[in-house]
């Protein structure tokens, strides 16, 4: 009730500018350059400055001025980018002894409104502030005016008419982001690939970094002073993501993803196209850079898309060079992959017999307690076991939806067809064991079940344990 109270009291204020202007008619002019549009009036004085990534323009009456400047949208809510400018008024030799905070409509989209009242050396000025985000080309606007007693009517008047008229015309190519994919293999095998890899800098990006300021100045104007401000925002440009998110883009492109970079205000991700054809945004600050390069984020919304990391670099004006993968992140072991594994149409039974003896030779020293010694220990130990023995093992998990889930195994290689595997269960327990422990029997079993041919397969312990560190033993073949 209050947003809308002040919202309508600003649009109550504006109407009767309006009402008490002079009847004559003001000639506008259109300006249309650096990705936005606004009627302005033509006995003005325009100039402007900076790119369609950054800049300004300013409307100059005999007393007033009128400014609008841009940036890349940085992420900080409009509301608290003018919080911010009140206090900095506030402080030191300014003093606000007046002010109002509102809300109005600039192109549709909400934007959050300023007055206040200052005063600087004794000398006494008003001055009005809009504050908008704007998602066709994810920048920040803010629009200011400060106007004199002698035309302050006519600047107010201008001012909503410029607010009125603005167009941001600057759009840029987007996609909508999410929701989160619902194939879990895909997703498991993406999330692997990025655990292969660290950053060589591993570092967690720094916090935004954000300044804001405003500097006074007294104009001689007909025999006195006039009281006018300048006010600034700066935000540290998102530099290192960006070049991470360049880096990443090209790892996945290499391992036969489709990537393209997005941003969304200041965050800088990579949307990698999943199996349903969504895009999902992938995070280049996991909370590990040293052990990964990348979390899948369950973030949606629009967000701009650059096919380059030169693209992106030249609309957040970074001075960057294409960033080659082995400058920024460096790879420490193969990914996972999918398979749907064969098994042999026959089996020799001495190659049988042998594989059984070394399963049953051998005994757990530990009994089955889930969480403390369970599947992901059995299977790596039963891996390190057949490799010292001379099979070629792998180890296979299961995935969310699996028969299985959540399972870890170990699939043997048939040395005599090609690519067939046989899947051997390695927590087989005493079914007379009751209880939390469970008595292991033997090292496993082989088994023919069709649940055991299908799953997520890794060479290793130590590369399994590199992409899971959280259920890894870091074993080699056993001597």
Known sequence: MKVKAKLAALSILAALSMLILPSQAQEYELFRDLGVSADYPADWKLSSWGGSAAGGLSIMGSC?????????????????????????????????TAWKQGAIAVQGQRAAALELTYSFRGYMAQKRF????????????????SGCQEEIYQASKTYDH???SFSDTEEKETVSLGPRPRDEVWATVLRDLLCSYHY?????????????????????????????????LHVDPPLTAARRAGALQQMLAREGY???????????????LDTDGRWQPISVNPSTPERAVGVMVDERGEAVTYQSLRDLAKDNQLQIDQAAVEEVMQKDCQTSRYVVLRPPAEIDPSWMKDLNRTLDELEFSQSYRENVFDC??????????????GYQARLMM?????????????????????????????????????????????????????????GIMYNSSQQYSRLHPEEGMFLLPAE
């Open 64 to 96: 007033s001025g009128i400014y609008l400047n841009w940036s890349r949208d940085p992420g900080i809510p409009p509301e608290e980018i003018l919080d911010q400018i009140r206090r900095i008024y506030d402080s030191e030799e300014v003093a606000v």
């Open 130 to 145: 809009i504050a908008w985000n704007s998602s066709l080309s994810d920048r920040l606007f803010l629009a200011s005016l």
């Open 162 to 164: 410029l607010l009125a």
């Open 200 to 232: 060589l800098d591993a570092r967690t990006l720094p916090p935004m970094n954000k300044s804001q300021g405003v500097v006074c100045i007294l104009q001689p104007f007909e025999g006195s002073y006039l009281l006018q401000t300048q006010d600034s």
């Open 258 to 272: 489709r990537a393209m970079l997005a941003q969304r205000s200041r965050n800088v991700r990579v949307a990698v």
């Open 376 to 389: 992901s220990n059995t299977s790596q130990i039963v891996w390190s076991v057949l490799e010292g023995k």
């Open 398 to 454: 299961s995935y969310k939806g699996h028969p299985l889930d959540p399972h870890l195994w170990v699939a043997v290689l048939y040395p005599f067809q090609r690519e067939c595997y046989v899947a051997v269960e390695t927590a087989t327990t005493d079914q007379a064991s009751t209880g939390p422990s469970k008595r292991l029997v033997h090292l496993g079993r082989v088994t023919t079940e069709d649940k055991y041919y299908t």
